[in-house]
């Protein structure tokens, strides 16, 4: 480790030698703890980090209008637009590199849940289910039916590997609420845990924020962290090891997430993809989601802020948006690429800049909790990655199947826990419909399709395990011509009491 001396000159060559105003009030523990932290910074690309971010901060974003247009359809997959003996394939396709454990997933959940109200990994939330399930529960049941489908099909014993990318905010609460939950009844070899790095927050004038005397206010690289922590964590000789050749990559609150999703792999694996983005339509012209796009010829995310009103409200002749193609956070990557970009391109990546209320001492060595932005954190994206793919595609699904994000507290008016839970309940709702059961309210009368009424309350309350069903198929042999009084939850056991009748 450096010493003292070391450390301090390097601290100051950066600019950045206020970092040690408190040091002589520090005792020796706190001093060894703060130089040990400092020694793991990379102190000669500090000086760049800092300058980068408040030229960032400063700087509006480009506007892109002149050089994007949208990907072309040949390139493109839609659940409604695709006729059903390809989606059939897909599936098909899906289900058999699954079957041969070609298919791992990666789990992008390296933020807190400090949106939310809670100081935990959004992972364990509990958004209000009738189950009383969190959203890491749900996604490993979903893993578990997925290998169950894909082992009935094809007379298998498959495993579909859990990477999830964690930080120093999220790893330790994760492994121990996955163990103290038995791993949800997955293998706990199969589950592999990992930290993404962590880089300091900077002020606007570019200087390194300090949270306390001794500690540096530090923050995740942001979900582009991936391919740096893929090479810290030697995570892709893992993947290699168990002949895992697609990766399916999603964000932890997504609450209808379909866990390596057999239909989305099998469009990717036969159309020779090694990118691949799932996008849902926009649901007005200016929502604020990042457009899946092409910019100069080449395949990326532009995110809401880069283009001008009048283009993204731009229609075809169809009156549907020109740019429609709305980023989820939910790719497919065959193995190979990610060793391309962990080789070649991942130091290429771009930086984001987000303005965040950072805590900090101030010259006075008060601690101070600030009402307004008072610093940056630089941030990748997991997307940045689709430049440098050779053959990009994108597959569009329904946003009321696929997408509902859990970000904000209950009392905003979108993604919050009321809105995640109902669009789950609302799903199962049309699932138990579908197959042919009708759905009762507590005095007995018949309910309509389901619909979120205006105070955001669901008339029906019914929930489907998921491993019971992955993607609402298999219930018509359970609940065909049955009456189910809600709140309904068929889980394994009700299923089972079912079938018996």
């Given at each position: 480790?450096?010493?003292?001396?070391?450390?301090?000159?390097?601290?100051?060559?950066?600019?950045?030698?206020?970092?040690?105003?408190?040091?002589?009030?520090?005792?020796?523990?706190?001093?060894?703890?703060?130089?040990?932290?400092?020694?793991?910074?990379?102190?000669?690309?500090?000086?760049?980090?800092?300058?980068?971010?408040?030229?960032?901060?400063?700087?509006?974003?480009?506007?892109?209008?002149?050089?994007?247009?949208?990907?072309?359809?040949?390139?493109?997959?839609?659940?409604?637009?695709?006729?059903?003996?390809?989606?059939?394939?897909?599936?098909?396709?899906?289900?058999?590199?699954?079957?041969?454990?070609?298919?791992?997933?990666?789990?992008?959940?390296?933020?807190?849940?400090?949106?939310?109200?809670?100081?935990?990994?959004?992972?364990?939330?509990?958004?209000?289910?009738?189950?009383?399930?969190?959203?890491?529960?749900?996604?490993?049941?979903?893993?578990?039916?997925?290998?169950?489908?894909?082992?009935?099909?094809?007379?298998?014993?498959?495993?579909?590997?859990?990477?999830?990318?964690?930080?120093?905010?999220?790893?330790?609460?994760?492994?121990?609420?996955?163990?103290?939950?038995?791993?949800?009844?997955?293998?706990?070899?199969?589950?592999?845990?990992?930290?993404?790095?962590?880089?300091?927050?900077?002020?606007?004038?570019?200087?390194?924020?300090?949270?306390?005397?001794?500690?540096?206010?530090?923050?995740?690289?942001?979900?582009?962290?991936?391919?740096?922590?893929?090479?810290?964590?030697?995570?892709?000789?893992?993947?290699?090891?168990?002949?895992?050749?697609?990766?399916?990559?999603?964000?932890?609150?997504?609450?209808?997430?379909?866990?390596?999703?057999?239909?989305?792999?099998?469009?990717?694996?036969?159309?020779?993809?090694?990118?691949?983005?799932?996008?849902?339509?926009?649901?007005?012209?200016?929502?604020?989601?990042?457009?899946?796009?092409?910019?100069?010829?080449?395949?990326?995310?532009?995110?809401?802020?880069?283009?001008?009103?009048?283009?993204?409200?731009?229609?075809?002749?169809?009156?549907?948006?020109?740019?429609?193609?709305?980023?989820?956070?939910?790719?497919?990557?065959?193995?190979?690429?990610?060793?391309?970009?962990?080789?070649?391109?991942?130091?290429?990546?771009?930086?984001?800049?987000?303005?965040?209320?950072?805590?900090?001492?101030?010259?006075?060595?008060?601690?101070?909790?600030?009402?307004?932005?008072?610093?940056?954190?630089?941030?990748?994206?997991?997307?940045?990655?689709?430049?440098?793919?050779?053959?990009?595609?994108?597959?569009?699904?329904?946003?009321?199947?696929?997408?509902?994000?859990?970000?904000?507290?209950?009392?905003?008016?979108?993604?919050?826990?009321?809105?995640?839970?109902?669009s789950l309940l609302a799903q199962h709702c049309r699932w138990a419909t579908s197959a042919g059961a009708t759905l009762l309210d507590e005095y007995g009368n018949p309910?309509?399709?389901?619909?979120?009424?205006?105070?955001?309350?669901?008339?029906?309350?019914?929930?489907?395990s998921p491993l019971v069903s992955y993607f609402g198929e298999g219930l018509e042999q359970l609940l065909k011509g049955r009456t189910l009084h809600t709140p309904f939850?068929?889980?394994?056991?009700?299923?089972?009491?079912?079938?018996?009748?």
């Amino acid at each position: 480790m450096p010493s003292f001396e070391q450390v301090k000159q390097s601290l100051e060559s950066a600019g950045q030698a206020h970092v040690l105003q408190f040091w002589p009030e520090l005792c020796e523990e706190e001093r060894d703890v703060f130089l040990e932290e400092l020694a793991q910074l990379d102190l000669k690309g500090l000086k760049d980090h800092c300058e980068a971010a408040a030229k960032a901060a400063a700087s509006p974003p480009d506007s892109l209008d002149q050089h994007i247009e949208p990907i072309p359809p040949e390139f493109i997959g839609s659940v409604k637009k695709s006729g059903r003996d390809s989606l059939e394939e897909w599936e098909r396709r899906g289900l058999l590199e699954i079957s041969e454990n070609c298919v791992g997933v990666l789990l992008l959940a390296g933020g807190q849940g400090t949106r939310l109200g809670v100081q935990y990994p959004k992972g364990m939330y509990n958004v209000g289910l009738p189950s009383g399930k969190t959203l890491y529960q749900i996604q490993a049941e979903r893993i578990r039916k997925i290998q169950e489908l894909a082992d009935s099909k094809h007379g298998s014993k498959c495993t579909v590997p859990w990477y999830i990318m964690t930080s120093e905010f999220t790893l330790g609460p994760t492994e121990t609420f996955f163990k103290e939950n038995n791993y949800f009844g997955l293998e706990p070899t199969n589950i592999i845990m990992f930290e993404q790095r962590m880089i300091p927050a900077v002020t606007f004038d570019g200087k390194v924020i300090l949270k306390d005397k001794g500690k540096i206010a530090m923050a995740p690289d942001g979900n582009g962290g991936l391919y740096q922590a893929l090479v810290d964590n030697k995570v892709l000789e893992d993947m290699k090891k168990r002949g895992v050749k697609y990766l399916h990559v999603y964000c932890v609150d997504n609450i209808l997430v379909k866990m390596a999703d057999p239909v989305f792999i099998g469009f990717c694996v036969s159309k020779g993809a090694d990118c691949g983005a799932k996008v849902v339509e926009k649901a007005y012209p200016t929502e604020p989601v990042g457009v899946v796009c092409r910019v100069r010829g080449v395949s990326q995310v532009v995110e809401y802020s880069e283009v001008q009103p009048q283009t993204a409200e731009l229609r075809g002749p169809g009156g549907e948006l020109v740019y429609s193609a709305g980023n989820i956070c939910n790719h497919c990557f065959t193995r190979s690429f990610l060793q391309d970009v962990a080789e070649k391109y991942k130091d290429q990546l771009k930086q984001h800049v987000a303005l965040k209320k950072v805590p900090f001492v101030d010259a006075q060595g008060v601690q101070v909790k600030p009402s307004k932005s008072n610093g940056i954190k630089m941030e990748k994206f997991v997307f940045d990655v689709f430049p440098f793919s050779r053959n990009f595609v994108a597959f569009e699904v329904v946003r009321e199947d696929e997408f509902s994000p859990l970000k904000n507290a209950d009392g905003s008016v979108t993604d919050n826990p009321t809105t995640a839970r109902n669009s789950l309940l609302a799903q199962h709702c049309r699932w138990a419909t579908s197959a042919g059961a009708t759905l009762l309210d507590e005095y007995g009368n018949p309910l309509p399709l389901p619909s979120v009424s205006a105070d955001g309350s669901l008339p029906a309350q019914c929930e489907i395990s998921p491993l019971v069903s992955y993607f609402g198929e298999g219930l018509e042999q359970l609940l065909k011509g049955r009456t189910l009084h809600t709140p309904f939850v068929l889980d394994e056991k009700q299923a089972k009491k079912l079938q018996a009748q």
